[in-house]
């Protein structure tokens, strides 16, 4: 919202306070200042007049104007006597004798653009005559401004600046949702009043005509109330006949409505908007002989459409709300406009236009808000009522535009009045004086409370009796018209703190509670990410959401559970409508933008949520209403119908996993290290993974392994599908890993033991078994395991063979086993027992033969 101080200070007394100043105080009210503007200009910029024109055709067919500007003898050009200025011009708009604008040199422009004294044409132009949008005053670049055709005579050489209002500064403040009433010069006056404590001065304290039964027929048929709000509880409209509606404004009121972010187009527009900026009240002017009675305001009908003011032919939905008339007798047949949006240009004011029917409205938020999304046509008046509009304006403004247009384009208003009022009483607000001193930490006296109370619009009426029976003393305090806002006790506390001033908060550090740290879940993730980290790798985060192709790209079967992808309803890019069921999904696409920029050897890791619908889950029945708090019924029904959102850890490494250097050559990262970081994770955990061949895309699918603890899978790892790795744009032989880490935090909850460190020697056996080359070489080590028992320190594959010497379609599995007693050394026989154990268990459980 955009508030010229002059204007403001029509309301309040400003007391020589600049922008800056004004910004400040009502900062202190808890408005947000967004900036300080001004015109921007600077310098001489005087009244000229012109003494004689000379015109001068060019070779680019253009005629240019040689003029000698009378700027006063302190301005003009020292001699004796001093001489006019000489001043090269464009604009044919203008004669000798008009007087002008000129800005000399050593002035400053809006843009910003100095203006000196420079060869031009064949001369020196010494100085410039403006026209009105390089003052900054409007759009008008057609001709110069010619003073007397603004209604000014000054004498020459009188300051401009001052004359045209150009050094007025215009504060901007962002409006907030729950202060619509600061939508308008009249609100935030009134909250510079509460700041300073100067007398405001309301500008609707306007007399007013009763409401006659003659009147412009209107009604309201609302058969579909959104959440059973009526959608225009109130609509005021009366007629003015005789106005030169389509003339301009007074300069004024132009500048002023440039100055707050509107462009002036007639006398009719422009009163209303100013109005509407005035007071807060959207208005909407009708040509009267476009317009059939009775006005009609209605729900869309099916198939319906409205051409708007902004010439968009628009489909209506039978959720918005719209003003009709009745052409014919036929009640409520022709849509003339989005009710509290925009109007229809079946029915704008033209250049013919006499008689006009004003209309000033007050319409549901919820229902406005709605149509102005649904339509993506964000207008003043729609950005006003969504945020609440007074319900109380709607006459008084109307009164104001009838006085306007009379006194600026003659006309005479009719004695009837139209005012369809159905607006429901404010309930008073029960609240207890002390209230607001115990929520707040502050000491506010009960004459205190009142009078912030009063200030603010309410009205107060103490010494209700407490309705549960308690002795304290309760206020009814019922809040203002404009303050739809207030609802509750709490709405009333915010405000004695506002105004009462927020510095009078202390500032106190509230003792923090004993607690227990970190949960068990977020010390895994630190425990994962650093495990990650000294792997290795470097951690990331991606946004959660995937196209619909991906899993097309990634080569899943049509029937994988995990093209089940939730779809969003808004999604932030129309490309990737779905929600990530793997991490992977979208950390390649991290991977890949790193590979276009250069890097060839790195791996990265995120953590993070996915998402997995449930086929079963209980379909969601909507957003509840936005009126009240959603019942416990409404909230369990939400929660029901979200899906399962497990945080998972994924990570991808390609190129070399150890560069080149002494040691030996570069080693590509592979399959092997994919699982060892999947271990790390494990280990993070206090778990032990075991890695068994599987096929799941997009890994390859001789290269890939599910990861288990006991039966339990938690996860897979080894190397990605080439077609995968192509249509991502990958380099061939990346490796990935991805583990769900809720499943990996309840394997390793509780206590976790450390074991017993035994001062006893080792035992070391070592065996090479002959196994079926299916068999999975962790199923060999388990066996073994479980063979030797609780001797068994550890037990780890250090090699594996295929080839002739074993066989066709076996393999050799060598494993390392060390055994140790936590309270003696082990003897021979028992290591021999031990041992004869371990092999018998292999044989049993995986047909397993000790290699010769």
Known sequence: MLIPLPW?????????????????????????????????????????????????????????????????????????????????????????????????????????????ARKTYGHLSDGMICSERELGLGDDHSGIIVLERYGLDPDIGTDAIALLGLGEQTVEINVTPDRGYCFSVRGVAREFAHATGVEFRDPAALEIPAPTTAGFPVEVDDAAPIHGQPGCDRFVARIVRGCAAAGPSPRWMQRRLTQSGMRPISLAVDVTNYVMLEFGQPLHAYDLAGVAGPIVVRRARLNERLVTLDEVDRALDPEDLLITDSPGGQKGSRVIGLAGVMGGASSEVTDATTDLLIEAAHFDQVSVSRTSRRHKLSSEAARRFERGVDPQAAPRAVQRVIDLLIEYGGGTPDREVTDLNNVPARVAIQIAPAA??????????????????????????????????????????????????????????EEIARIAGYQHIPSVLPTAPPGHGLSPAQRLRRSVARALAGFGLVEVLSYPFVSLDVFDRLGMAQDDPRRRALRL????????????????????????????????????????????????????????????????????????????????????????????????????????????????????????????????PPWHPGRVAELVVGDVIVGYAGELHPGALAAVDLPARAVAFEVDLEVIGQLGAGTVEAPEISTHPVAKEDFAFIVHDDVPASAVVAAVRAGAGDLVESAEVFDVYTGGQVGEGRKSVAVALRLRAPDHTLSAAEVMVARAAAIESAATKVGATLRS
């Not at 967004?34 to 009244?47: A, K, R, T």
């Not at 109370?453 to 019922?478: F, H, M, S």
Request: hydrophobic share 40%; glycine share 10%; proline share 10%.
């Open 8 to 116: 403001m200070g029509e309301y309040v007394d400003l007391e020589g306070r600049d922008g800056h100043a004004v910004a400040a105080a009502l900062v202190s009210v808890g408005l947000e200042e967004e900036g300080v503007h001004s015109f921007g200009v600077d310098g001489p910029l005087v009244v000229g007049q012109v003494l004689s024109l000379t015109p001068e055709p060019q070779k680019n067919g253009k005629t240019i104007r040689w003029c000698q500007v009378d700027v006063g003898p302190e301005y003009n050009t020292p001699g004796n006597p001093p001489v006019p200025r000489g001043i090269v011009c464009g604009a044919h708009n203008f004669e000798v004798g008009d007087k002008v604008v000129v800005a000399l040199a050593g002035a400053v422009l809006p843009g910003p653009f100095p203006i000196s």
């Open 436 to 493: 607001a001193s115990a929520l707040v930490g502050v000491e506010y006296p009960a004459e205190q409370v009142e009078q912030i109370l009063t200030a603010i619009g309410c009205k107060v009426e103490r010494g209700a009796e407490a309705e549960r029976g308690a002795e304290a003393e309760l206020w009814a305090v019922t809040p203002p018209s404009w303050r739809p806002d207030l609802t509750g006790p709490v709405d009333l506390i």
């Open 569 to 696: 309803a808004n999604p932030l890019d129309r490309g990737a409508p779905a929600m990530r069921t793997e991490i992977i999904q979208t950390l390649l696409d991290t991977v890949r933008r790193n590979v276009a920029r250069g890097f060839t050897d790195f791996g990265l890791f995120e953590i993070g949520q996915v998402t997995l619908p449930d086929p079963d889950a209980p379909a969601s029945a909507g957003l509840p209403p936005v009126t009240g708090r959603p019942s416990d019924a409404d909230l369990a029904a939400l929660h029901a119908a979200v899906p399962p959102q497990p945080r998972h850890c994924a990570g991808v490494m390609v190129g070399a996993r150890h560069p080149a250097g002494v040691h030996g050559p570069a080693r590509a990262a592979d399959w092997a290290d994919a699982i060892e970081a999947a271990r790390a994770i494990a280990r993070a955990a206090h778990l032990q993974l075991e890695a068994r061949p599987t096929r799941r």
